[in-house]
């Protein structure tokens, strides 16, 4: 399939026009993806659902730089929307994938990011059943933007923020900041790249080894840490519990090259984005069984408590250094780091 990328050249506007063009693109759409597409070219996908609910999501993805180290655009689409639909408790089972494609993007990429979305599908275990493609012109887009919407099926409690209460441990399931800081590094020259990696993943399979092993209703809220970073992800849950969130700083889990970078960029790494991390908000009671689940699985092994939910009814996000100083965690008000996720 790789191979036979280079006699298509580049992507023109007439990839766009829904004559020979579009149907030969199409068909190294679908000839690329393989056996995770299962749509059969009719304006809908017909698909059986079975239960009373479902989840659904949707998320688009204008990466800079859409090519990256360790993965690509069309990587972080798929991990975005299974991670969303894992959050909630589902299991992720559809994807749908449009693409926005600039002229002059050559082939061999767009087979590179077809060929990601076809093995982290896998991985996932999602089937990609409809599609669309749009042809701009050079300038009205970069190289590609794509758009996901996912299906997930119930096979459990859902899970809400509402659920969240006072005492609750709050854990990440790994590092902060490596996505912002491998992104970057190459975007600056920053030569960070070769050591701090994207931590991209999809995550529903540690959360599906974390409900067989945890007690049951141990977990009460996850949320993946991903635009606007932790720091945003604390005061959602503050704002929907009322009440104050303390993490304390020494237990937040950050690599030193990305701490490195981070201070050289004048970045906060609770700002920062992630595609490989979740925040859950547990029963103290089963904090250890969370963790020693979360850890027993390849994207869990750093997983950490790094706070709780506190009895004090201010919505508030505080960390508390080394010596026992609090301070608190505002939001920020825009995005410092646009186009990372």
């Known amino acids: ?4 990328a ?10 766009g026009s829904g ?10 759409i679908v000839e690329t993806l393989g056996d995770v597409y299962i749509g059969e070219m009719e304006d809908s996908a017909m698909l059986p659902v079975t239960g009373g609910q479902i ?12 090519f990256f180290g360790n993965g690509d655009i069309g990587k972080i689409a798929v991990c975005g929307t299974v991670n969303d639909l894992a959050v909630v408790g589902s299991k992720p089972t559809y994807l749908t ?5 600039e002229t002059g993007l050559p082939i061999a990429k767009l087979v590179q990011v077809l060929t990601s979305i076809r093995e982290t599908a896998r991985e996932a275990g999602v089937q990609i059943v409809c599609g669309d493609t749009k042809v701009v012109r050079k300038g009205e887009a970069d190289q590609i933007y794509l758009n996901t919407a996912g299906v997930g099926l119930f096979e459990r409690t859902p ?4 659920d969240v209460r006072a005492g609750d441990r709050v854990i990440l399931s790994g590092p902060i900041g490596n996505h912002t800081v491998h992104l970057l590094s190459i975007r600056e020259g920053l030569g960070f790249e070769q050591r701090v990696l ?3 993943a999809p995550l529903n399979g540690l959360l599906d080894s974390l409900f067989d092993q945890a007690p049951e209703g141990s977990v009460h809220s996850v949320r993946d840490v991903t635009r606007g970073g932790l720091a945003a992800v604390l005061h959602e849950y503050a704002a929907a519990s009322g009440r104050t969130i303390r993490i304390e700083q020494a237990a937040l889990p950050i690599q030193h090259e990305t701490v490195m970078a981070m201070d050289m960029l004048g970045i906060n790494p609770i700002h920062a984005a992630n595609e490989g991390c979740v925040a859950l908000f547990v029963d103290p009671a089963a904090e250890q069984e969370v963790l020693a689940a979360l850890r027993s699985h390849r994207y869990g092994v750093d997983a ?9 009814a201010e919505v508030l996000v505080l960390m508390r250094d080394a010596d026992g100083r609090d301070s608190v965690i505002e939001e920020l008000q825009g995005s410092e780091l646009p186009r990372l996720c």
């Not at 994938?97 to 494609?101: C, D, N, T």
Request: hydrophobic share 40%.
């Open 1 to 4: 399939m790789t191979s036979s």
């Open 6 to 15: 280079p006699d298509l050249g580049e992507v023109v506007l007439d990839h």
């Open 19 to 28: 004559a020979q063009l579009s149907h030969d693109l199409i068909s190294l």
């Open 55 to 66: 989840a659904m999501t949707t998320d688009s993805f204008v990466v800079d730089p859409p």
């Open 97 to 101: 994938l449009g693409m926005i494609l």
């Open 159 to 162: 899970l809400r923020m509402r």
């Open 198 to 200: 994207s931590d991209c």
């Open 304 to 312: 950490v408590t790094i706070g709780e939910v506190t009895e004090e």
